[in-house]
C-alpha cells in the first residue's frame, strides 16, 4: 500500500507557470467585466460634458435639473427656474435631456 502511495508521490511537477494560469485568467476576467465597462462610461462621460453648449437640459450629479446658459472651461451657468440662476463645476454634470420631440432610448 505504502508503494503506490509513493509512487503516485514521484510525478513530475507541473510547469511553474501552470500555477499562475488561474491568477492571470481571474485577472483578464476582472478587466473584461470591470474595469473596461468603466473606462467606456467615464470617456463617454467626458465627451458628453465636451460637448455642452447653451440651451441644453442637464440633470446635474445632485439631481438638480436646469438649461445651461453659458458654458466654460471648467463651470457651467444654469438656470433651474424663472430667474434662479447657479454656477456648477463642468464635470458635476450627470445626463443631458434629449429635446422632448426625439426618443430617450435608441
Same mark, same amino acid.
Given at each position: 500500500?505504502? *508503494?503506490?502511495?509513493?509512487?503516485?508521490?514521484?510525478?513530475?511537477?507541473?510547469?511553474?507557470?501552470?500555477?499562475?494560469?488561474?491568477?492571470?485568467?481571474?485577472?483578464?476576467?476582472?478587466?473584461?467585466?470591470?474595469?473596461?465597462?468603466?473606462m467606456?462610461?467615464?470617456?463617454?462621460?467626458?465627451?458628453?460634458?465636451?460637448?455642452?453648449?447653451?440651451?441644453?437640459?442637464?440633470?446635474?450629479?445632485?439631481?438638480?435639473?436646469g438649461?445651461?446658459?453659458?458654458? *466654460?472651461?471648467?463651470?457651467? *451657468?444654469?438656470?433651474?427656474?424663472?430667474? /434662479?440662476?447657479?454656477?456648477? /463645476?463642468?464635470h458635476?454634470?450627470?445626463?443631458?435631456?434629449?429635446?422632448?420631440?426625439?426618443?430617450?432610448? *435608441?
Amino acid at each position: 500500500m505504502l *508503494d503506490i502511495l509513493a509512487a503516485a508521490s514521484t510525478g513530475a511537477a507541473p510547469p511553474v507557470w501552470m500555477s499562475w494560469l488561474p491568477i492571470i485568467g481571474m485577472i483578464a476576467i476582472f478587466w473584461f467585466l470591470l474595469i473596461r465597462p468603466q473606462m467606456r462610461q467615464q470617456k463617454a462621460h467626458r465627451e458628453k460634458v465636451a460637448g455642452l453648449k447653451k440651451g441644453d437640459q442637464v440633470v446635474t450629479a445632485g439631481g438638480l435639473v436646469g438649461k445651461v446658459l453659458k458654458v *466654460d472651461e471648467n463651470y457651467v *451657468d444654469l438656470e433651474l427656474g424663472q430667474g /434662479v440662476k447657479v454656477k456648477a /463645476v463642468k464635470h458635476t454634470i450627470g445626463e443631458v435631456i434629449p429635446p422632448a420631440g426625439t426618443a430617450a432610448n *435608441d
